[in-house]
């Protein structure tokens, strides 16, 4: 079982940014589409952004231009950078693992979650 480990949530102000880790615990990592999930109170479960084996990338249309998914292999570690975010980014995000090499929509293992308001 792979175990994920987020880090970087927190507060920040309207037009600011965050940068989400995941470190994975074992070095299958670079087998795996790896991706962010979000939840906020009251809301379904978004897919926010994915990235397959051999980095390309997708995103929801609503961070589409803010954020950035990226996977380093060597650490197996995923990052989320998000730049411009809003008060509607206030969710808790998750690292999932996919279980396949190119997509996330099918879920094999799931981090704790990392809460992330933006708030004046």
């Known amino acids: 079982q792979v175990q994920l480990v987020e880090s970087g949530g927190g507060l920040v102000q309207p037009g600011g940014s965050l940068r989400l880790s995941c470190a994975a615990s074992?070095?299958?990592?670079?087998?795996?589409?790896m991706g962010w999930y979000r939840q906020a109170p009251g809301k379904q479960r978004e897919l926010v952004a994915g990235?397959?084996?051999?980095?390309?990338?997708n995103y929801a249309d609503s961070v589409k231009g803010r954020f950035t998914i990226s996977r380093d292999n060597a650490k197996n570690t995923v990052y989320l950078q998000m730049n411009s975010l809003k008060p509607e980014d206030t969710a808790v995000y998750c690292c999932v693992r996919g279980i396949y090499y190119n997509t996330v929509r099918s879920v094999g293992s799931w981090g704790q979650g990392t809460q992330v308001t933006v708030s004046s």
């Open positions: 990235i397959t084996t051999d980095s390309n990338t």
């Open positions: 074992r070095s299958i990592f670079s087998a795996y589409a």
